[in-house]
């Protein structure tokens, strides 16, 4: 790559890079990518969480997310109940092995990106969010754009769901 950035590709292959250290780190915990972040959000939960907010937080498919939970279930990781009240709803919660498989795996790599954020100086690090908050931000008009034109053929209508999620969960929107 050239050593000036213009093309959104190169900003691209950065993102795939940053994705493929947390499927690499997840597959290396024995748990898909999706147990990963949930387990993650989980943690950043207090340890439980409702199932609504980890697929509006990280917008997995319902059949992935429920790959998933089944698997970490299964595993005795999490406990699945319904939210009080409901006969629908449901909630996910850390078991004692889910806690201390978070604490063996998962606190030590949010530690890690703490290290690597704090690795940049405060400016750096403004810089950085306020960029990549524009750069979603702008990625999401430009998809809201192109669906609005393209739906009337019925293609792509709801392609924007995913950066619009990126923007707001960088502000701290959308989190549970």
């Known amino acids: 790559m050239s050593g000036t950035c213009n093309l959104p590709v190169e900003l691209e292959y950065l993102y795939n890079a940053a994705d493929r250290l947390y499927v690499d780190f997840a597959r290396s915990c024995g748990i898909s990518n999706c147990a990963y972040w949930m387990l993650y959000e989980l943690e950043r939960a207090g340890g439980e969480a409702s199932l609504r ?6 917008g997995y498919s319902k059949q992935t997310m429920s790959s998933a939970l089944k698997t970490m279930e299964s595993r005795g990781l999490i ?5 009080e009240g409901s006969r629908k709803s449901k909630r996910a919660s850390l078991t004692d092995a889910g806690r201390a498989f978070v604490d063996k795996n998962i606190v030590p790599a ?8 704090f690795s940049l100086n405060q400016e750096e690090r ?24 393209r739906a009337e053929d019925g293609r792509c209508v709801n392609g ?17």
């Open 126 to 149: 403004e810089t950085l969010m306020a960029l990549a908050r524009r750069y979603a931000e702008a990625l999401t008009r430009e998809f809201e754009n192109m669906n609005g034109s």
């Open 160 to 176: 924007a769901k995913g950066a619009a999620s990126a923007a707001g969960a960088a502000e701290g929107e959308g989190t549970a």
């Open 79 to 83: 406990e699945l109940s319904f939210e």
């Open 110 to 117: 949010m530690r890690a990106e703490e290290r690597a954020f």
């Open 53 to 58: 907010a980890l697929n509006v937080d990280w």
